[in-house]
T-cell receptor, first 114, second 112 residues
Framework: KAGVTQTPRYLIKTRGQQVTLSCSPISGHRSVSWYQQTPGQGLQFLFEYFSETQRNKGNFPGRFSGRQFSNSRSEMNVSTLELGDSALYLC?????????????FGAGTRLSVL | GQSLEQPSEVTAVEGAIVQINCTYQTSGFYGLSWYQQHDGGAPTFLSYNALDGLEETGRFSSFLSRSDSYGYLLLQELQMKDSASYFCAVRSYQDSNYQLIWGAGTKLIIKP
């Protein structure tokens, strides 16, 4: 079974630009969560989607948005990029919010904002 | 608010035993999970406790005490490859939704 796939792996953007990151979950998984990770900051929760609906949202500005498609693939968009948005963005899939809700993470997209 | 606390860094010697603690304050509790993340890698699931007591998986064990809002991850026979960051996460319930609340992570440094 293929794991969680995130594209692209690396991205360099300049301030003010926007970016879209993609995540393909494990086959059969209907829940996708997004996290931002910066050195020493742990995992900051962005949002969670389940069956195309946003179920939870972290404390991030409205510049961060996401969506989930009918095939469970998800995209995350960041508009008007700021230097502080430079981070590793991780996507995780799970079967759903019930049970153990084990998160299976992708390798991440490393975003650098210049 | 909801929060989890774990030490930022723990140092241990190869072959020894180390315990990483996690205390939580959440609205509703449905389980405590542990994840391991090596530098440059993605977090991977280690263990899950929903009930009080010890869960053992090879060299790793995880303990939960719901009355104390406390859990820990125990690593035995430490190996250099165990050098990584370890995150605890609590599954809670708020605003009609299950949520996963994450700790800030504990960096485990192993010395030969």
């Amino acid at each position: 079974k293929a794991g969680v796939t995130q594209t692209p792996r690396y991205l360099i953007k300049t301030r003010g630009q926007q970016v879209t990151l993609s995540c393909s979950p494990i086959s059969g998984h209907r829940s996708v969560s997004w996290y931002q990770q910066t050195p020493g900051q742990g995992l900051q929760f962005l949002f969670e989607y389940f069956s195309e609906t946003q179920r939870n949202k972290g404390n991030f500005p409205g510049r961060f948005s996401g969506r989930q498609f009918s095939n469970s693939r998800s995209e995350m968009n960041v508009s008007t990029l700021e230097l502080g948005d430079s981070a590793l963005y991780l996507c995780a899939s799970s079967t759903g919010p019930g049970g153990k809700n084990i998160q299976y993470f992708g390798a991440g997209t490393r975003l650098s904002v210049l | 608010g909801q929060s989890l606390e774990q030490p930022s860094e723990v140092t241990a010697v190869e072959g020894a035993i180390v315990q990483i603690n996690c205390t939580y304050q959440t609205s509703g509790f449905y389980g405590l999970s542990w994840y391991q993340q090596h530098d440059g890698g993605a977090p991977t699931f280690l263990s899950y406790n929903a009930l009080d007591g010890l869960e053992e998986t090879g060299r790793f064990s995880s303990f939960l005490s719901r009355s104390d809002s406390y859990g820990y991850l125990l690593l035995q026979e430490l190996q250099m490859k165990d050098s990584a960051s370890y995150f605890c996460a609590v599954r809670s319930y708020q605003d009609s939704n299950y949520q996963l609340i994450w700790g800030a992570g504990t960096k485990l440094i192993i010395k030969p």
